[in-house]
């Protein structure tokens, strides 16, 4: 018999559907693309402009921008104006909604775990 797997909290808002979930997941699969979320998230200001990274990271600024191009398609960072430039903040809803619907996934794959689904 097959029973469904229920993986979304019931108290999240909006829930992930499994296109927006593996599209994150898609997102989060390089390692430079992990680094450049944590380098935003140790911004003390909250947001980093592509230069800021370039710092941190021995990459070319194109594959800076389109490595941020990628997490701003999955929802993951948004981008703003300031001055010239455009800076960058993390999307911290988004990380929510996909910690608790990755978090809702794998108890459900689980059948052994005690971990239900979130309340």
Known sequence: ?????????KTMKQQMQDDDIA??????????RLSILR????????????????QCLP??????SQH????????????HPKGTRNCYTLC????AQ?????????SGLVSDSP???LA
């Open 98 to 106: 996909f910690g608790s619907a990755w978090s809702g996934l794998i």
């Open 1 to 9: 018999m097959h029973r469904p797997i229920f993986y979304r909290s």
């Open 59 to 64: 990459l070319a600024q194109s594959t800076v």
């Open 68 to 79: 941020i191009k990628v997490l701003l398609d999955a929802g993951l960072v948004e981008r």
């Open 23 to 32: 599209n994150v997941m898609r997102a989060l699969g390089h390692p430079v």
């Open 115 to 117: 971990i239900k689904e």
């Open 92 to 95: 911290s809803d988004r990380l």
């Open 39 to 54: 380098i935003l998230a140790e911004q003390a200001s909250g947001d980093c402009c592509c230069t800021d990274v370039i």
